[in-house]
């Protein structure tokens, strides 16, 4: 967790969330204890403007939702509202941002297939319009 401070490059930031991300794709039950503390972290990373990081964090996003069941239900609501400013960026699919929105796109596809009964709808409802 040193790595995820501000006071961290980019790539520090993104190595911790690649790490996080391989122990959710590998350990996915093992993982879940570990999804308090890194949550917020990709959350942040899901809009920073280090578009490697924010790329890496929509992804740990999207496993989250896939393999975090019940542990990821209390970040929902935090995950649409994040996944919405990637999907919504005036910019959204200029070349440096593509990725990110694809991910957020994904990302917002496993929440929608893994926890539809978690969902406000007001939040999706906007984005899929798009």
Sequence with gaps: MPMTGKDKTAQ???ACVKIFNKLVEECNESALKYYNICLPFLLDSSNDENPVLRVNALYGLRLCAEYGGFVFKPFIGEALSRINVVITHLHALAPENEQAYHDAVFALGQICQFHRESI?????IPAWFL
């Design 12 to 14: 520090e930031r993104s």
């Design 120 to 124: 406000d709808s007001t939040q999706i």
